[in-house]
């Protein structure tokens, strides 16, 4: 089953905690805090692995976690970090945010990764806040949860050549003769209902990936047949070979199919109808493809898109299609991004640092919001008063106790920040 779409969840791990805890031996009466750290979230990180061809594993699984970072704890001992969350997706593969619609990033290159969903850091021990004038600190952070997103996945193949034309022209049968692809081939219309890949070897050292793409008919950019669906594999490849029934089997005008598909390319995607192009008269083994050929290579006389003659039944003309193909792609086509450069790592942009600001959100309650504010209650375990003097104290550095009066907050209010409710104490 081949899948070029998917939409899947991902949730990286949660930062550990930090450890209260004090250092407590028979002969060390002053042994102070020596809680460890805890252990950073594991990453959900997508990588285009070039062994997958299909977004089939994701029709399957759809919700992808990391691991959380291990609590830290006494004798200053840290907690393990997450371990990371490894998503393979074949080459090709462009990432969406699914809830706004986004292109994250285009994973083109073998080996790219994407880092789609950072684990939370984790949370500081005791240790870490001790002062000359604070020596045994009876709190320590909590870790942050780890980003979660929806993604949609669109799979865009990647093949140098990408063989097109209308249904039963013999794209089928061409890629099977020419490579080791094993595509079904049948007399009927849309006997390909998905990509096929095939390696194409010119000679000893030279090769190239080449894709059958399924039929299309007119208003195919509209949605007839199978549609557009389609459509936007082609344009990954360099270049295009239209293969055309010269003998007009399904009682089709050659010519007339030649045009039509160009316009269908055209309506798509003016800068596909603009890639180059080699055409393939197919079928030239049956009577009526011999008569038509001429008629035919003389309507591109003109046009100066290189034709071919072929019967991808027989054999005939293949070799030197083949070789075409190798030349047009060394010698005049463009290398495209992948032959330019190496695996790359890329990062879901962060969101944008929020500053502190004040709602009233009641007659006696207020909304406070700003990424600092609410990360300082995040991390603060709010079922220690320790912990919860130190926040305070935070929260009067940060102007956020001010800012909270000049509001017109009394004592006793209620105060949200993030997913906490607080009592305003001035």
């Known amino acids: 089953m081949f899948v070029d779409e998917a939409e899947i969840e991902i949730r990286a791990g949660d930062g550990g905690d930090g450890a209260v805890h004090f250092r407590r031996e028979k002969y060390v009466p002053r042994g102070g805090p020596d809680g460890g750290h805890g252990g950073d979230g594991g990453d959900v990180v997508l990588v ?7 977004l089939l594993d994701f029709h399957y699984e759809l919700v992808f976690t990391a691991e959380s970072g291990r609590h830290g704890a006494g004798r200053n001992r840290d907690g393990k970090s997450g371990a990371d969350s490894i998503v393979a997706v074949p080459p090709g593969t462009v990432v969406y945010d699914a809830e706004s619609g ?38 320590a952070e909590q870790g942050l949860p780890g980003e979660s997103r929806r993604l949609r996945l669109e799979l865009q193949l990647i093949a140098a050549v990408g063989v097109v034309g209308f249904p039963n022209a013999g794209k089928s049968t061409l890629i099977s003769r020419i490579s080791a692809a094993q595509p079904k081939i049948a007399s009927y219309p849309f006997t390909t209902l998905q990509p096929q890949l095939g390696v194409v070897r010119v000679d000893e050292e ?50 007339q199919d030649y045009e039509a598909f160009n316009a269908e390319l055209a309506a798509y995607d003016e800068e596909l109808a603009a890639r180059p192009q080699l055409v393939a008269f197919n079928k030239i083994d049956l009577p009526d493809g011999q008569q038509n050929l001429a008629r035919c290579l003389a309507h591109l006389s003109s046009s100066q898109v290189p034709a071919y003659a072929i019967s991808a039944a027989t054999g005939q003309g293949l070799r030197e299609l083949v070789g075409a193909l190798a030349v047009r792609l060394v010698e005049e086509v463009e290398p495209d991004e992948i032959d330019q450069r190496g695996p790359q790592t890329f990062e879901v942009p962060q969101p944008e640092e929020q500053p502190l ?22 991390r603060t375990n709010l079922a220690s008063d320790d912990a919860l003097v130190r926040m305070h104290l935070e929260l009067q550095n940060m102007g956020v106790i001010q800012a909270l009066s000049r509001a017109g907050a009394k004592s006793g209010d209620t105060v949200f920040i993030g997913d906490a409710q607080l009592e305003y104490q001035p």
């Open 48 to 54: 285009a692995d070039s062994s997958l061809h299909t």
């Open 102 to 139: 986004e292109q994250i990033v285009d994973l083109v290159v073998p080996g790219d990764r994407l880092i789609a969903a950072r684990g939370g850091p984790a949370g500081r021990g005791n240790t870490a806040f001790a002062t000359p004038s604070h020596r045994a600190p009876h709190f």
């Open 206 to 255: 030279h090769q190239f990936v080449m894709a059958d793409m399924p039929g299309l008919i007119e208003g195919a950019h509209k949605g007839a047949g199978l549609g557009d669906r389609f459509l936007r594999h082609i344009r990954r490849t360099r270049l295009l070979l239209h293969i055309v029934d010269v003998a007009a089997v399904d009682q089709r005008d050659p010519i």
């Open 357 to 378: 600001r004040v709602f009233r959100a009641g007659q006696e309650a207020f909304l406070v919001q700003g990424t600092d504010v609410e990360r300082l209650v995040q």
